[in-house]
């Protein structure tokens, strides 16, 4: 019997899509199933950019429809989303969830309360990165798997010699869709003259114009950007668990971007606390303090204030430049570049086929 696997993910960087991306094609490698995808905005560019054929449109608010959400269960026999509560919560009700939480560290105790369902999903997978996983069974959440980095394997990259690039990521905020153009802005401004080529989704590279202060937007393939990770000179990189996650795979030498969003401010906070010396992270770490018990919205909302100040601010520029210059491109901690979690990810998924078929 041929299982249908549903994907869902939150249309917040690419973070959570491509997680579930790659454990949907990860499962089709070993496991008799097709996928069909759910989603709008930059979860169905890169789902369909990913070659995933069956890509339904749906919003964030039919998640609220019951009988929408019945409907919808009927095209799949299992469901893998990623950071996104309001889909879990209501599938679980019918379809058995493996939920991919790459973030699991920052959730705070509201967080929960705001979506008790996610206590009940059958299986809840923490990439367990900056203590996740203790934080999340603190938090009551039931059915923990622990599981390394949900990136494609990198194997499967050849490094691709290159100048100095940025990678942006997504560059979607579920909280303010004009906050990805900032951003852009913000970075190409920063770093006019240095760097020619950035690497965004297609959205924001559209909606800016494909170039900005002298430098290209491209919207690539995950195989592409991680060739491309592997072989730039310096990977100019926003500060985002996957992409960090992937440039420590191959081993880049990075500078870190400034934080999009909060949880790039906390991984800022992190990585710079790992390090015996000063960096380009402790620059950061220092122009970006926040509270690492806000709620999301909030603490998303006190990043792009910081944004929005240091995009008009010369002498941040200059500092951060100053930062840049001092220290250099340097390889990422070694406590990102741990083992990859896919296949025991894959295994959790068929132990949950193998759970149906006998049901």
């Known amino acids: 019997m041929t299982l249908r696997i549903g994907l869902f993910a939150e249309a917040f960087g690419f973070g959570p899509v491509s997680k579930v991306c790659t454990l949907g094609k990860a499962c089709q490698q070993t496991l008799d199933c097709e996928l069909v995808a759910f989603g709008d905005s930059i979860t169905n560019e890169y789902f369909k950019r990913e070659g995933i054929e069956n890509v339904i449109e749906v919003s964030l608010a039919d998640a609220s429809d019951p009988a929408c959400v019945r409907a919808l269960c009927k095209n799949f026999d299992l469901a893998i989303i990623g950071i996104q509560p309001e889909w879990a919560g209501e599938i679980q009700l019918y379809r058995p969830v493996v939920y991919l939480d790459s973030l699991g560290f920052m959730w705070n105790k509201k967080y929960f309360s705001h979506y008790p369902k996610l206590r009940n999903v059958e299986a809840f997978l923490a990439q367990d990165l900056f203590g996740a996983a203790q934080h999340l069974a603190d938090k009551g959440i039931k059915n923990i798997y622990r599981v390394g980095p949900l ?130 992270w402790s620059f950061l770490k220092d122009h970006y ?71």
């Open 151 to 280: 990136i494609a394997l990198p194997a499967e990259t050849e490094a691709e010699s290159c100048s100095p690039v940025i990678h942006m990521g997504g560059l979607a905020n579920i909280f303010n869709k004009e906050d990805g153009i900032l951003y852009a802005n913000f970075i190409t401004s920063l770093l006019e003259g240095k760097v020619s080529e950035a690497i965004c989704s297609n959205s924001i590279a559209e909606a800016i114009g494909n170039e900005k202060h002298g430098i290209s937007f491209h919207s690539l393939t995950n195989q592409r950007t991680r060739a491309i990770f592997a072989g730039a000179e310096v990977l100019y990189t926003s500060p985002g668990l996957t992409g960090l996650l992937e440039a420590a795979a191959v081993n880049a030498n990075v500078v870190p971007l400034p934080p999009q969003n909060y949880s790039q401010a906390l991984i800022v906070d992190r990585i710079a606390t790992m390090q015996d010396s000063d960096s380009v």
């Open 289 to 359: 303090p926040i509270d690492d018990q806000l709620d999301e919205e909030e603490g998303v909302a006190r990043v792009q204030a910081f944004n929005r100040n240091y995009s008009k601010n010369l002498a941040f520029h200059g500092a951060y430049l100053r930062a840049v210059k001092k220290f250099g491109s340097q390889k990422l901690p070694a406590e990102l570049a741990i083992e990859n979690g896919v296949s025991t990810a894959v295994s959790i998924v068929e132990s949950l086929i193998t759970k149906l078929v006998k049901l």
